[in-house]
T-cell receptor, first 111, second 113 residues
Framework: GQSLEQPSEVTAVEGAIVQINCTYQTSGFYGLSWYQQHDGGAPTFLSYNALDGLEETGRFSSFLSRSDSYGYLLLQELQMKDSASYFC????????????FGTGTQLKVEL | DAMVIQNPRYQVTQFGKPVTLSCSQTLNHNVMYWYQQKSSQAPKLLFH???????NEADTPDNFQSRRPNTSFCFLDIRSPGLGDAAMYLC????????????FGPGTRLTVT
């Protein structure tokens, strides 16, 4: 089986930096994706880490450590519009074209 | 330039009355997915198509069926909706072998009365 655990909620202030963690347990692992979902909206792809290390895309960065079965999404210069749910997700080894989603983290950005 | 389109955006149906949700894509992706998402939960995969090959999740109720008549279109049929089927239904697509990056439609919010 495969499971990805995230904190249920994170709160931070505008302009700050926040890290959303994802720990996983899996019998096989390809890589880690991150999705953003605003209330009432659809998930939007943010990034994918196939290899260990840090991937940077503007204000957002994503990190993966296979040896620790752990990854995180780093959001810098937080803005109010970053308030959303964030999901890590992983393709299933041997699972064809499927993703397993993490439990999700609700990020609240305050003034 | 919408890439994954879902209709309708909001659907109200009566308990037990069949309903069909539709999804179309302009990305020409091989894979199409249907997810169910309830409040404060992660999307739950119901089934997916690789081209015309249908892949059902083991825990998807028989009440849920799907059709993919061509590359662009996919339908979700709920044969006898129950109150527990009220949810957001999300359609997504991906390239073959690229499930890590999925493109989601805006979703259909289903209400069962």
């Amino acid at each position: 089986g495969q499971s990805l655990e995230q904190p249920s909620e994170v709160t931070a202030v505008e302009g700050a930096i926040v890290q959303i963690n994802c720990t996983y347990q899996t019998s096989g692992f390809y890589g880690l994706s991150w999705y953003q979902q605003h209330d009432g909206g659809a998930p939007t792809f943010l990034s994918y880490n196939a290899l260990d290390g840090l991937e940077e895309t503007g204000r957002f960065s994503s990190f993966l450590s296979r040896s620790d079965s752990y990854g995180y999404l780093l959001l810098q210069e937080l803005q109010m519009k970053d308030s959303a749910s964030y999901f890590c997700a992983s393709p299933l080894r041997g699972g064809g074209n499927k993703l397993t989603f993490g439990t999700g983290t609700q990020l609240k950005v305050e003034l | 330039d919408a890439m994954v389109i879902q209709n309708p955006r909001y659907q109200v149906t009566q308990f037990g009355k069949p309903v069909t949700l539709s999804c179309s894509q302009t990305l020409n992706h091989n894979v199409m997915y249907w997810y169910q998402q309830k409040s404060s939960q992660a999307p739950k995969l119901l089934f997916h198509y690789y081209d015309k090959d249908f892949n059902n999740e083991a825990d998807t109720p028989d009440n849920f069926q799907s059709r993919r008549p061509n590359t662009s279109f996919c339908f979700l049929d709920i044969r006898s909706p129950g109150l527990g089927d009220a949810a957001m239904y999300l359609c997504a697509t991906s390239r073959a072998g690229g499930p890590e990056e999925q493109y989601f439609g805006p979703g259909t919010r289903l209400t069962v009365t």
